[in-house]
């Protein structure tokens, strides 16, 4: 299977039968033709949605209902909210919900499991107060503990330097919850060195696991 890191939160994953893309805000994609090609959106954010995706011919678009007035005519665009199921070939699809905008998403394809967490992030702003802080707490981790049920392999989660002493609060909490194989950090901003730090700080905590370091955009993983 091949994972590609394309910018920002936009990953590519490619399974036997799929080529699978979250977050698409820009850059080439060399997408197979002999895959079925499936985009998802997690949110309306400029991070993390362009309309681009419709420039590109793929068998369905599945994006967060929380996009409006989209300006496509593909009868193939799938609006989606939280705490949800969908089949799309044989394909397997949950979401989840978000600590900010839209959903997160739990998608198997050929038997491996994966989660896209879009913006489902541990967000620690210095202006919270202590209620909010708790509130934060208790929502972050109730929608990641939604996926502990599932059969996951690879995990990809926000590592945001702009959060500073709490940009691993996320990784973390994924690394104790969710038992995949392959962590992939994303809402890096760019700033590639935090998932190296990230991977100093937590890889001798958890030996099972690979914590990827991202450091370049267009970056190609094999797993």
């Known amino acids: ?15 036997e039968d799929y080529f699978l893309i979250f ?11 002999n895959k ?3 985009f998802f959106v997690s949110h309306r954010h400029a991070d993390h949605f362009s309309d681009q995706i419709f420039d590109f011919d793929a068998d369905y678009y599945v994006l967060s209902d929380d996009i409006e007035n989209v300006k496509s005519e593909k009868d193939n665009v799938i609006y989606i909210s939280m705490d949800k199921e969908l089949k ?4 397997e699809i949950k979401t989840h919900g978000s600590t900010d905008e839209g959903v997160s998403f739990y998608v198997k394809a050929n038997g491996i499991g994966i989660i896209h967490s879009g913006d489902l992030n541990y967000w620690m702003w210095p202006r919270y107060s202590k ?23 690879i995990v990809m989660m926000p590592v945001d330097p702009r959060l500073n002493e709490y940009y691993s609060l996320t990784g973390e909490y994924f690394l104790d919850t ?9 809402h890096m901003w760019e700033d590639f060195a935090i998932s190296q730090k990230f991977k100093d700080e937590f890889q001798s905590k958890y030996p099972d696991k690979i914590i990827h370091v991202i450091s370049n955009n267009n970056e190609i993983f094999e797993t």
Request: net charge negative; charged share 35%; aromatic share 16%.
């Open 88 to 91: 799309l070939f044989d394909l």
């Open 36 to 38: 079925k090609v499936i």
């Open 131 to 153: 209620e909010e802080v708790e509130e934060m707490d208790r929502w972050f981790k109730g929608e990641v503990d939604k996926f502990k049920s599932e059969d996951v392999f």
């Open 23 to 33: 977050d698409y805000i820009g850059e080439s994609l060399n997408i197979p033709l």
């Open 1 to 15: 299977m091949k994972v590609n890191f394309i910018k920002h939160s936009c990953y590519t994953i490619e399974t």
């Open 178 to 186: 969710i038992d995949a194989k392959h962590f992939f950090p994303m």
